[in-house]
């Protein structure tokens, strides 16, 4: 049931997960920590949130008198940045799950967390992503 | 900026809902109510969420205990549901855009409502949507 799915550590670059996400049209990606196991999620609305200015978060009404120019230049945020400075003070939790769980099981977890997605576990190896649409798909698919 | 993307009527089949969002991968569609206006937004978690049996949402580990064939007819809570059924009582607030706003515009109301797509109008049709990986991908592109 387990997708194929781009993973980035938290001392990746900012810019190039960003990249991942806006190519492969995804909701989010999955965070690893030092260890390499899944440590939180990284979807791509908090990036989108990240690049607003603190002063239009504020205000949002002075978004319409930015211009164009400095519209054009709103990425450069991410210049030098890390996945962990993208991230949450409070990083959502992950929805983890072992690769023989049942369906039920991770549609359980992933309805808890409100997680659009689950890093799927043999043992202390990450192998795999679950996304809402795919398990979706495998549900209804199932007979 | 904006992208073709399927859109559901509040009255639209549960399970044909639930299929295209399979199908086409998405992390929510757009619903419309009696006037054809953007109402609410249906997340892929949502549906997974309904989707999971009440027992076990209230006591997860009963996931575990589900037989396979029960596991197999999850999806069929869908048949003879509407999309009005699965989304929340208090339908999440749809990010609405206009078509000649600035993606600093969209990015702030997509960050402010937290949303994952914004839909976008031209006057008062519905032209488009907008999701947060579109955005990133416009916003890392624009110069």
Do not use: N
């Not at 890390?82 to 990083?91: A, F, N, Q, S, Y």
Request: hydrophobic share 50%; aromatic share 4%.
């Amino acid at each position: 049931m387990a997708e194929d799915f781009p993973v980035v550590g938290q001392d990746s670059d900012a810019w190039e997960a960003a990249r991942t996400l806006a190519e492969h049209r995804l909701p989010g990606l999955v965070v690893t920590g030092g260890d390499g196991k899944p440590w939180s999620i990284l979807p791509a609305s908090q990036v989108v949130r990240f690049l607003v200015p603190r002063y239009v978060q504020e205000d949002p009404s002075l978004a319409g008198v930015l211009s164009e120019s400095m519209a054009d230049r709103m990425a450069d945020k991410l210049r030098g940045r890390t996945v962990r400075d993208l991230v949450p003070e409070e990083p959502p939790e992950l929805a983890v799950v072992a690769d023989d769980d049942t369906i039920v099981e991770v549609a359980a977890i992933m309805a808890r967390l409100k997680c659009p997605l689950a890093a799927v576990m043999a043992g202390s190896t990450l192998v795999g992503v679950i996304t809402a649409s795919r398990l979706l798909e495998v549900a209804l698919t199932a007979r």
